[in-house]
């Protein structure tokens, strides 16, 4: 998609440094980390909400988190780790392209699910 920025970093049209990439997704480190790691899981194609997914994107989307688990090393994911997908105004999503944070290396005060 034209002018998404996150469309622009997994294309290569504007460079950043990629902690990981395949055919399916890069992350990135977040540039306004909210933790001691903050990453962006970004998916390759444009949707902004998991309510416009495909089956094939869903489908996509496990692949995605099957694999962020298997990245402990370079992701300090050892001790624990939280993942949050913001959609849409309420949960100030900023970006409107897809993407899973992934916080960790630290204790995490707020838990969302308690
Ligand atoms: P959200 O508010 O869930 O849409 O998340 C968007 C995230 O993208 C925020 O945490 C921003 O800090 C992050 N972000 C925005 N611009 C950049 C950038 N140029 N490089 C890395 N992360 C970015
Ligand atoms: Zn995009």
């Not at 399916?24 to 977040?30: K, L, S, V, Y």
């Not at 692949?63 to 001790?79: D, F, V």
Request: proline content about 5%.
């Amino acid at each position: 998609m034209q002018d998404c920025l996150f469309c622009k970093f997994a294309n290569g049209e504007i460079p950043v440094t990629k902690v990981y990439e395949d055919e399916n997704f890069i992350i990135i480190r977040d540039i306004n980390p909210q933790c001691k790691n903050h990453f962006l899981a970004i998916p390759k194609k444009h949707y902004k909400l998991l309510a416009e997914m495909t089956a094939e994107d869903s489908q996509t989307l496990g692949l995605i988190l099957a694999k962020i688990p298997t990245l402990c090393n370079e992701l300090e994911l050892q001790n624990g780790y939280r993942l949050v997908i913001n959609q849409g105004d309420d949960a100030g999503q900023t970006v409107p392209h897809l993407h899973i944070h992934i916080l960790s290396g630290e204790k995490m005060g707020w838990n969302p699910a308690r």
